[in-house]
């Protein structure tokens, strides 16, 4: 087998993980090589004859990769991908893929004149879960769908906040960044649940908090409605009381359907519990194999647009209202939002935002300023 040679565009942060993947990947199965890392930033412990650039331009040039892993800030994507792409590399992007519909068509549009691919870092869509969802739904086991909703709690702490100079930022040097717990976190919930159905998105309502002196949401009700009538209803936080993975449910005229990506768990109508389904691949492992075998890919960038229509208008949105610290329970540099779990969980429950729903917090502007 001849390995398949790849870079890696953002080699800090969360590029680590793509780097560990990448290690295990080439010990494992020989499939791939990492060639060379760039990052703006000095590169924490590169790989003993990885060759390391600031410039991704001449990384291109010179190493020539065969595949190319974009792993920055969301405002940078589109240049770098598309510079990728029309240096004869596939990309690997990681989500989101890009904040406007505009930037998401000219990506589209270099890729086919590029003949190359976009497979966006979605890792939800490639679960076998989902696929055996999708199935379901789509031969009629649960009926008509007539709701989706999303539930998510999770803590996130004042170091999660200060990781680099965009987190919690909805700009960054007059480009939009849009930081938030929808837009980064919570994106693999939001996608998976606009992928049960691959519907476009009509209208788009949102109701978003925060708890600290940030720039975006780490608290949010996101209603979603699709071409046809269906709801989709995202309600998650980064400010929990307790640990919630981000569970979708689809709620059906002859019963209701659960799955956790996470594990890959999946209950429909008439199951008792959830079970595993085997067979998840990851999404670097996909791209390899539609490269080798023509495999059709599971997050193809054609496949995210509902996505970015949803971040598109976000990004218009007023911006997320500051809860009263008395709301809160400071310990250890996490905030937590006392309360926010049931809250929450009514919101999915009913598809509402939560100013549609009485709740225990006051805020610091009046309610409704923060709606879509």
Known sequence: MTATTVALIGANGHGMYHRRQLAELAEQTGAVRLVALADTREVVDPPDGVPVYTDHVALLVEVKPQVVIVCTPPHTHLALTRDALRAGADVLLEKPPVLDRAEHEALVAAEAETG??????????????????????????????????????????????????????????????????????FAHAVMQALS???????????????????????????????????????????????????????YGERGDAELGFREDLLRLPGEAAATPV????????????????????????????????????????????????????????????????????????????????????SATVPDGTANG
């Open 116 to 185: 190359r691919v976009v497979q966006v870092g979605f890792q939800a869509l490639a679960s076998p879960a989902l696929v055996r969802l999708r199935a379901a739904v789509a031969g009629g086991a649960l009926g008509a769908v007539r709701h989706i909703s999303v539930l998510g709690c999770w803590k996130r702490d004042d170091a999660y906040w200060a990781r680099s100079p965009w987190s919690g930022r909805r700009t960054v040097d007059g480009r939009p960044s849009l930081d938030g717990a929808l837009a980064n976190p």
């Open 196 to 250: 049960v159905l691959d519907a476009p998105v009509e209208r788009v309502e949102v109701d978003w908090l925060r708890v600290r002196p940030i720039e975006v949401e780490d608290t949010a009700t996101l209603r979603i409605t699709l071409s046809g009538g269906v709801t989709v209803l995202v309600a998650v936080t980064l400010a929990g009381e307790g640990f919630v993975d981000g569970d979708l449910t689809v």
């Open 278 to 361: 085997a067979g998840r691949r990851t999404l670097l492992e996909n791209l390899l194999a539609h490269r080798a075998e023509g495999e059709p890919l599971l997050a193809p960038l054609s496949r995210t647009a509902p996505f970015t229509t949803v971040i598109e208008q976000l990004r218009a949105a007023p911006p997320p209202y500051q809860v009263a610290e008395e709301a809160l329970d400071v310990a250890d540099g996490h905030r937590t939002l006392r309360g926010v779990n049931t809250v929450l969980a009514r919101c999915a429950a009913r598809g509402a935002l939560m100013n549609e729903l009485s709740r225990p917090w």
